[in-house]
């Protein structure tokens, strides 16, 4: 038996072969296709509406069909309901892209159309590879024509390769004219049945295989594995990355962090809440070779900035509560003042930025941020510090040593605490006194709330209505030009309200979520 030279795989994954390093999969094409459009629509409601048809009309006349509509995707001979396929044989870069073929004719039919429209490959020729039969498109250019597309049927589905693919296409024809219904493939494969095992179905599923496994996996090759949803309500997506350390819930494992947000204020635009800043989590972390290369890009400039190693100095005198905020003042005058000032400080004016730290040794941090301290005075920088009530703590704060320092810093109560923008510290310092924030009831019944309730989770939330808010006078009223442009940006940004982004340990790897709720 010749594989499947006639009749093909049934499942669109079959495809694939069993070591890809790399699939996006489509479950049901015309599902996804109404979901963006469903997603855009809800977007642009308010503003941009009319942008949005233009470039739709224009793309369906190059194209010369809509392709966010399933029934002018049926049109063209492909089947929407059976998805489609982007995936790379093994060692290879250049994917090949695979689609479900209602009618095989039509396809071919439409394909020629579209290619030379968008391509201007314009002649056609077929040829045989494996018993198949594949149709390639080229530009003709002089005498000669110039391979630009080639796509051959198999079964119900037709298989789509680049001129640069065309050698990944023969490999995949020759391995499928020799497989039978019993052979490894992707669907079958241990390695991606258990990931896609870990998320819910999604509009979009990507999956990538771990090219240099972790020894801690114990043989167990790693991976990603992430599902994508969206439509008129929101975005979603959930991301499962198989790292193969062992212990890593243990080492992230710790409370909900929703209840810091009582020491972030209520204007913050960008708010980071974790129990996560500790030694233990890094530790585990350091075992995977990329995520260590990563951590080492993060760790060497903060060292050659403040004097001090973040990870063997700072981290173990953290006890793991951070909060991480930025917060952004009304910008209508932030044009102006750049001007006037050319200097980036003026920017501190407009965008805050407010940090605070559980410590587990007050007296050992002070001394660390002490021995910083006399590394930048050596090198010229003056720094005053003085003294302030925190509640029934006193503060001593360091600062620059001007009129109206905009930064400065402090041990107090058990934190660190950093607050940069002019009066943004002693805000800070008094949320820490009074824990009086209006913070966490505004995040109740929030994205951020959606994602932050599980233990051991850290959350980000972007607050867009707050950017919008502060943007919006930066924005002319009507009219065209770059004022209007960013009216539209802005009011799309409201549209789309909060995003909130979470991370948590699980097993040996971690999950990553983005949850986006439209307003």
């Not at 290619?115 to 198949?132: C, L, N, P, V, Y």
């Not at 819910?200 to 801690?216: E, H, S, V, Y």
């Not at 900035?305 to 953290?318: F, N, R, T």
């Not at 209508?332 to 559980?358: G, N, W």
Request: charged share 20%; hydrophobic share 45%; net charge neutral.
């Amino acid at each position: 038996c010749r594989g499947w030279v006639e009749s093909g795989p049934e499942e669109l994954l079959d495809l694939a072969p069993a070591n890809a390093a790399a699939a996006v999969a489509i479950p049901d094409l015309g599902r996804l296709a109404g979901d963006v459009n469903g997603f855009i629509t809800a977007a642009t409601r308010k503003a941009g509406a009319d942008a949005v048809t233009r470039i739709r009309q224009g793309l369906t006349e190059q194209l010369g069909f809509d392709p966010l509509d399933p029934a002018a995707l049926a049109k063209q001979g492909i089947d929407p309901e059976r998805g489609a396929l982007v995936f790379s044989e093994a060692g290879a870069t250049e994917p090949l892209v695979a689609l479900a073929a209602r009618d095989h004719a039509l396809v071919d039919t439409s394909l020629k159309t579209l290619i030379e429209k968008t391509d201007g490959a314009s002649r056609f020729t077929e040829s045989k590879m494996s018993g198949f039969t594949v149709l390639s498109a080229g530009r003709p250019f002089g005498t000669e024509v110039i391979p630009a597309f080639h796509w051959a049927h198999v079964g119900r589905y037709v298989l789509l390769a680049r001129e640069d693919g065309k050698a990944m296409l023969e490999q995949a024809l020759a391995r499928l004219a020799q497989q039978s219904a019993q052979a490894p493939t992707l669907r079958t494969d241990p390695t991606y049945a258990r990931l896609a095992g870990t998320v819910a179905p999604g509009d979009l599923m990507i999956f990538a295989r771990a090219t240099q496994p972790n020894a801690a996996a114990a043989g167990a090759p790693g991976g990603a594995i992430t599902s994508v949803d969206l439509g008129a309500q929101g975005f979603s997506s959930d991301t499962f990355l198989d790292l193969g350390i062992k212990g890593l819930a243990e080492a992230l494992a710790g409370d909900s962090a929703l209840p810091l947000a009582s020491k972030v204020g209520a204007d913050a635009s960008f708010v980071l809440l974790t129990r996560a800043a500790r030694p233990e989590g890094v530790k585990a972390l350091r075992s995977h070779p990329m995520v260590s290369a990563s951590l080492d890009r993060v760790v060497k400039p903060f060292h050659d900035a403040a004097g001090v190693d973040p990870e063997s100095e700072v981290l173990p005198l953290l006890a793991g509560p951070l909060t991480f905020s930025v917060h952004i003042a009304d910008l209508k005058e932030l044009p102006q003042r750049l001007k006037a000032t050319r200097s980036p400080a003026a920017l501190l004016d407009f965008f805050h930025v407010a940090v605070t730290a559980e410590v587990k040794d007050a007296k050992a941090f002070q001394a660390l941020l002490d021995r910083s301290r006399e590394r930048l005075s050596k090198e010229g920088i003056k720094l005053r510090q003085r003294t302030r009530a925190v509640g029934k703590d006193k503060a001593t704060v360091t600062e620059p040593d001007r009129p109206d320092p905009k930064l400065g810093w402090t041990v107090v109560s058990g934190h660190y605490v950093y607050g940069a923008g002019s009066g943004r510290l002693d805000k800070v310092l008094d949320l820490l006194a009074t824990g009086s924030s209006e913070l966490p009831k505004n995040l109740n019944g929030s994205v951020a709330q959606t994602l932050g309730e599980k233990p051991g989770t850290t959350v980000a939330l972007l607050r867009a209505g707050r950017v919008a808010d502060a943007a919006s006078p930066l924005a002319t009223g009507g009219g065209t030009g770059l004022g209007a442009l960013l009216g539209t940006a802005i009011e799309l940004l409201r549209a789309l309200g909060d995003v909130a982004v979470a991370v948590s340990a699980e097993g040996d790897g971690l999950r990553l979520r983005v949850l986006e709720r439209m307003q």
